[in-house]
């Protein structure tokens, strides 16, 4: 057997990335287990090397036996086994036909422990039922740990070995050489880096995902093996940093892309309606509900559903959502008859610790089990330098073809004086900045033909604050104010002609909101209802409004930098 392990050793040494690596430690696992078991009677299945944090997943290589068994990542459709792996901190398997675990150094007769059943620790959810109805009949978990013994992902080995239902498989001999393979090999494996593609890769087709750094690159691996997957997807990260759009990209990646992608934000949903939004209710169901209105469940159909801020569900939808997910199925309110089907992708985002919302029993356990089958993290921009540039560049040209300005682009200094920035607001705030830069470039006199942005109007953009802050609005209010008056003094000084900057232009604070609130939703008729205004989105008269918005804010800034050009007398 220890031939397996030489050449797995020989390779790893050789390997460039952790999933070189990987793939050549699951030869030697199965190479080793076919020696044990060369008879008919025994296969492994699938086998799958996950490496993980606590919350979300970094790599995975997975092996399948035989062509026609599902790609991918089988091994990773339940949260549980990672939960499991995480509580008893060593190995166990798992006899799936009789829904019993044990610990593999456990020799005692009634070492057995039932999942499910009153007194047992480990409950019996369907998603844990439906795992366990696969073809395996027997799984084999194995811990991956540093060399300090800290837990860095786990092992599933799957076997289809039917004859040995009930009885302890592999057997003990057979465990402690794949558990020694293991072992051996961790120190290796865990110390190669995470393959990456070379330099920023720009995916210019893909207007969801144009920019792909280095960070993000292992991410999107993964995404893009989770999304031919049926199973909850869990996309979490700082505020602005994608997750809406990389859901919208893992739908249109999945075998429902054809279908619909319905969003339900649950920060725009009264705490109170959060479940009647989800499943939908009939008149009468509700004081209020005085027609039929579909779900989000019932619209994404055939789709996916993308619920982001999770965090905000309340308890009691919490609940709800967990027996949908659970059971693919729901009811709508106030309707009779039966439960209704649930056929939809359920993807889900949040930007908050949702394990310290459990430990603050904020949010449910089980729930959090149920969601986290599929968890990637997303890093802020911050960790993603290497993507600005080509971010800002995607940006000024979308912003310019919107404007059907021709092109545009940065100087060298100007991406560099972009790159130099922190970017708390990730994404989102690095496309204010990039619209407020070519509105202001626009505004100025130009050279025929020089669309060109230089770092001073990048620092201008910069200065006039596209740092989005969720906190009060009286002080920055009140600053804004000072400010313009400020200006209108020091235009009277230079004795320049009224009308530069007069109080009509103060206007710009409503043109102002209006364009940050189509930049935050990305999308004219959303904000323009966010803000009220569903009036002027019925009668289509909202494209008109925001395109004398953009002139309001354009004229402002026009104003404002003659002001500051002109010279003191
Ligand atoms: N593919 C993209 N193309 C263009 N702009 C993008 C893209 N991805 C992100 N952005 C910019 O970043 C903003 C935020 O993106 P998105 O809404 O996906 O982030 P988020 O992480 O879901 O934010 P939040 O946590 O606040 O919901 C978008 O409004 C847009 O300005």
């Not at 392990?5 to 460039?16: D, V």
């Not at 007769?109 to 027997?138: I, M, N």
């Not at 509700?286 to 027609?291: H, R, V, Y």
Request: proline share 6%; with cysteine; aromatic share 6%.
């Amino acid at each position: 057997m220890y031939i397996y392990l030489r050449s797995a050793l020989a390779r790893l040494n050789q390997a460039q990335s952790f999933e070189a690596g990987a793939d050549a430690l699951l030869d030697a696992l199965q190479g080793g287990f076919e020696r044990a078991h060369p008879g008919r009677d025994a296969a492994l299945h699938q086998s799958a090397v996950h490496l993980r944090t606590d919350q979300s997943y970094v790599s995975l290589v997975t092996r399948n036996a035989s062509p026609s068994t599902t790609p991918t990542c089988e091994g990773a459709r339940s949260a549980e086994l990672w939960n499991w792996t995480r509580r008893f901190g060593r190995s166990f398997i798992v006899d799936t036909r009789l829904h019993r675990l044990r610990l593999t150094d456990d020799t005692t007769e009634g070492g057995w422990l039932d999942l499910g059943g009153e007194s047992s620790p480990l409950p019996l959810t369907a998603s844990v039922v439906r795992f366990l109805e696969q073809e395996a009949t027997h799984l084999l978990v194995i811990p991956l740990c540093t060399s300090q013994s800290a837990l860095a992902g786990m092992i599933t080995l799957e076997f289809c070995a039917p004859t040995y239902t009930g009885e302890f498989f592999p057997p003990q001999a057979g465990i402690e050489a794949l558990e020694s393979y293991v072992e051996l090999l961790a120190h290796a494996l865990l110390h190669l880096p995470v393959k990456v593609p070379g330099p920023t890769e720009t995916l210019r087709d893909d207007p969801l995902l144009p920019v792909v750094g280095r960070a993000m690159a292992p991410r999107v691996n993964l995404l893009k093996a989770f999304a031919h997957h049926d199973e909850c997807l869990l996309i979490a990260g700082p505020t602005g940093c994608g997750k809406s759009r990389i859901a919208r990209w893992c739908h249109s990646q999945s075998r429902h892309g054809d279908g619909p992608f319905e969003v339900l934000d649950l920060l725009t949903v009264p705490e109170a309606m959060q479940m009647a939004h989800l499943v939908g209710w009939r008149r009468g169901a509700f004081s209020g509900a005085t027609s039929h209105v579909d779900g989000a469940v019932t619209r994404a159909r055939g789709g996916t559903l993308f619920i982001d801020e999770i965090d905000k569900l309340s308890l009691e939808t919490q609940a709800g959502l967990l027996h949908l997910l659970e059971e693919r199925s729901f009811q709508v309110l106030g309707e009779s008859g039966g439960r209704r089907q649930a056929e939809v992708r359920f993807i889900v985002g949040t930007n908050a610790d949702l394990q310290h919302e459990v430990s603050e029993g904020r949010f449910r356990e089980d729930l959090y089990y149920r969601i986290n089958v599929l968890p990637v993290e997303l890093p802020p921009l911050a960790e993603r330098s290497d993507e600005i540039a080509a971010w800002a560049a995607f940006m000024l040209r979308r912003c310019a073809n919107d404007a059907g300005a021709g092109a545009w682009s940065f100087t060298p200094e100007a991406l560099r004086t972009l790159e130099a920035q922190r970017w708390p607001g990730n994404l989102r705030e690095l496309d204010n900045v990039v619209r407020r830069a070519f509105i202001i470039a626009r505004s100025r006199p130009e050279p025929e033909g020089a669309h060109t942005i230089p770092p001073g109007v990048v620092e201008r953009a910069l200065s006039l604050g596209g740092r989005p802050e969720r906190t009060s609005i009286s002080a920055p209010l009140e600053q804004a104010a000072r400010a313009f008056i400020h200006l209108a003094l020091r235009a009277r000084e230079r004795g320049m002609p009224a009308g530069g900057l007069d109080l009509d232009l103060s206007e710009a604070f409503s043109a102002y909101i209006i364009e940050q609130a189509v930049a935050w939703t990305d999308d004219k008729a959303e904000a323009f209802c966010l803000l009220g205004c569903a009036n002027l989105v019925e009668h289509k008269n909202h494209h008109r409004r925001y395109r004398r918005a953009q002139e309001a804010v354009a004229a402002l800034l026009r104003a404002e930098s003659d002001i500051l050009q002109e010279p003191p007398r």
